[in-house]
């Protein structure tokens, strides 16, 4: 088999010491909007959305009505919700345990996926899952996987199960950058390129696994570049610009159905929470986080959709109330859904269960 | 019915389910190309071609993985480990997602996959190749565990566990291979999972004994029914679920149990069994139970060493005479 032509990132392999991030990146012009209006309009409702149904639950979880470990996606909307923009909704999806915002923009519904927080019959995994473990085979929505790098083998072999049944349907897999560290990310990668695997990778590099900084645990702090190694395709993408990574996406889909080739997509973003509701962020600063926050996605493409007069102040505050609404319904059907019958704690561990 | 070899008995079965169905296929380190390590793969990529039968890299965790999101999509897939020793690198993919996906999922997505190879101990290969875990997969909720001590009972219980809708750990002794017997033709032959069976029957004392050491346990008896002592042989079959159904009403009739097993005897299967019997049938006992296991040691290389760290006939003899008080 012969190897593929591959686009490759063309910045140098080891970033300028001290940051890897975003604000590293030298400016670029935004994306363009090549879309219609109605699809400009969905991406931003859905980021605004995500934000407001994360703040929700930072509330939930302070009162108690979230229990467990709470991952919050706030500041990286655009990476989720441009990527699965561009997606087909028989494609699929697997990613990590920072999936509440994912899940909404694959189509869990924001009422299922608030009573699964809340661990409630109404959630889209009936209880059973929680924030890490979100699931809902109605919209291809594969997981909430709560070991680092563990949704990427399966990621993969779900993209082998489309080649095999042979459709072309692709699959997007979201992962952070320090899962990159694991061996299951070099181990698909290998297998994904040696079998031609129409799997997308995407790494969300926030910069922090957990409490460590990239540069504290990466010796080769370009992700993107690590696709070399296995002849993939890569590049890396400004994750606060949904546009942008819409549009890596789409190439990546592109290369994904009518090629069935993988690709790397190095998304370089960053939460502005701790890594989980327990976590206060004592290794970074406050200085540091708002520097990021001044490229906010949602304030960036907000900015773009009124410059381009494709949303006014009116329109946007409209939007706004309707996605406030659309929380509060959330945590309106999740504090009604009752509880998972106890009965329910033996079911569902076998699918041909015996006696 | 033919005789044939449990490897040969495994091949059959592998070559009837993947003819049987399209979504099955097989993926495992050398089971095309070289037709098995073990050649229990033999002739299957000539037979079902290379997008069915599927060389990996040797990358357990990936392909076990690989394995898992395939089953979630649809496919029916078998992946061979080597030897199971090599599973270990697998098991956050086998425990964590093969084990606990449905569950987690709320009953959304079945995990059909059969994680299968050679375990137990082997010849002179020393710790890291030799060695029982199925103590460490039959712990999971969410899995299956099938040990065959039969070719026929290889061929029926491996054609259902590529049938089941759950994941399944099939492990195969890897001194059993070339073990002989008879073995059905039919292409529906099946054997349930979780039904164990009556190997030998007898009257004085029940051994309960899996895999390499059913064949242990039968020579024991022999040797005891000349000795005046009748000893039930009884062989599980499934590890999960366990038929302890089987095991209580033999040892009510017997009132004595020896359970052997190769695995190091600390939270072991044979331990699990011994609770269960204590259990559900203490009042029926007139010794107390007794474990025959594999030395409580990394399996040594020497051949003399070797030898002590399994189970054998004489240790069974013995266990069964101590439970007789004899």
Redesign the interface.
């Given at each position: 088999m012969s190897s593929q032509p591959t686009e490759r990132s063309s910045r140098s392999k080891n970033l300028p010491a001290g940051s890897a991030g975003v604000l590293d990146r030298p400016e670029e012009p935004a994306a363009q909007l090549n879309e219609d209006r109605d699809t400009l309009v969905n991406i931003f409702q859905q980021m605004l959305l995500i934000r407001r149904f994360e703040e929700k639950c930072a509330e939930s979880y302070s009162l108690g009505k979230i229990g467990g470990f709470c991952h919050l996606y706030i500041g990286q909307e655009a990476v989720g919700v441009g990527a699965i923009s561009a997606l087909r909704p028989d494609d699929?999806v697997?990613t990590s345990y920072r999936e509440h915002g994912q899940a909404i923009a694959k189509g869990i519904s924001p009422d299922a996926v608030m009573a699964e927080l809340y661990g409630k019959a109404g959630?889209?995994?009936?209880?059973?899952?929680g924030s890490m473990?979100l699931?809902?085979?109605d919209v291809n929505f594969?997981?909430g996987?709560?070991?680092v790098g563990?949704q990427?083998?399966?990621?993969?072999?779900?993209?082998?199960?489309?080649k095999?049944?042979e459709t072309d349907r692709v699959t997007l897999c979201f992962f952070g950058e320090a899962a990159v560290n694991q061996?299951?990310f070099h181990?698909?990668l290998?297998?994904a390129q040696?079998w031609k695997l129409p799997c997308i990778y995407i790494c969300e590099n926030n910069m922090y696994g957990m409490g460590t900084s990239l540069k504290r645990a990466m010796s080769v702090q370009d992700v993107a570049s690590k696709a070399c190694a296995y002849e993939i395709a890569s590049e890396s993408v400004d994750g606060m610009d949904v546009m942008k990574m819409r549009e890596a996406t789409q190439r990546a889909i592109k290369r994904a159905r009518e090629e069935s080739l993988p690709t790397l997509i190095e998304a370089r973003t960053y939460r502005y929470m701790g890594h989980s509701m327990s976590d206060p962020g004592n290794y970074r600063t406050r200085a540091e986080i708002e520097k990021y926050q001044e490229r906010d996605p949602i304030k960036i493409f907000t900015k773009t959709l009124n410059d381009n007069k494709i949303l006014s102040d009116k329109d946007i505050a409209e939007i706004e109330a309707q996605v406030k609404e659309e929380v509060e319904k959330a945590v309106r059907f999740a504090d009604e859904s009752p509880l998972p019958d106890p009965k329910e704690l033996y079911?569902?561990?076998?699918?041909?269960p015996?006696s | 019915m033919p005789v044939m070899t449990m490897r040969d008995a495994l091949n059959l079965a592998l070559k009837e389910e993947l003819a049987r169905d399209k979504s099955v296929?097989l993926m495992g380190e050398e089971v095309a190309e070289y037709q098995g390590a073990y050649k229990v793969t033999r002739g299957l990529l000539e037979e079902f071609g290379p997008?069915r039968v599927i060389d990996?890299?040797i990358?357990e965790?990936?392909?076990?993985?690989?394995?898992?999101?395939?089953?979630?999509?649809?496919?029916r897939?078998i992946v061979e480990f080597m030897t199971f020793n090599f599973s270990i690198l697998a098991t956050?993919?086998i425990i964590?997602?093969a084990a606990k996906?449905?569950?987690?999922?709320?009953?959304?997505?079945?995990?059909?996959i059969v994680f299968r190879g050679p375990g137990g101990s082997a010849y002179q290969v020393s710790s890291q190749h030799s060695q029982a875990l199925e103590s460490w997969y039959a712990y999971f909720?969410?899995l299956?565990v099938v040990m065959p001590s039969t070719p026929a009972d290889a061929k029926g219980l491996l054609k259902s566990a590529i049938r089941?809708?759950?994941p399944v750990i099939f492990i195969e002794q890897e001194r059993m291979y070339g073990m002989k017997g008879e073995v059905p033709e039919d292409d529906d032959f099946t054997i349930?999972?979780?039904v164990g069976e009556v190997k030998r029957e007898g009257t004085d004392a029940t051994i309960i004994a899996r895999s390499l050491m059913v064949p242990t346990a039968l020579l024991a008896a022999e040797q005891l029914e000349k000795e005046g002592i009748s000893c039930e042989v009884i062989d599980p079959r499934t590890i999960r679920?366990l038929d302890i159904r089987l095991i209580v009403e033999s040892v009510k009739k017997t009132n004595r149990a020896v359970v052997a097993e190769e695995s190091h005897p600390f939270a072991s299967v044979g331990a699990e069994i011994s609770a269960e019997i204590a259990e559900h049938a203490f009042d029926y006992l007139d010794a107390p139970v007794k474990r025959v296991s594999g030395a409580d040691v990394p399996m040594p290389y020497a051949k003399n060493l070797e030898q002590l760290a399994i189970p054998d006939v004489a240790h069974i003899v013995a266990a069964v005479k101590e439970v007789s008080y004899v």
């Open positions: 699929y697997l959630g889209c995994s009936h209880g059973k899952g473990h699931f809902d085979a594969l997981g996987h709560a070991i563990g990427i083998p399966l990621a993969t072999g779900v993209a082998f199960a489309s095999y049944q061996g299951a181990e698909s290998n297998m040696l079911t569902d561990i076998y699918a041909s015996i | 296929f997008k990996t890299p990358t965790l990936g392909f076990a993985g690989l394995g898992v999101g395939a089953a979630m999509a649809g496919l897939p956050d993919q964590n997602s996906m449905r569950y987690m999922s709320g009953g959304q997505f079945k995990i059909p909720p969410g299956k089941d809708d759950d349930p999972l979780g679920p």
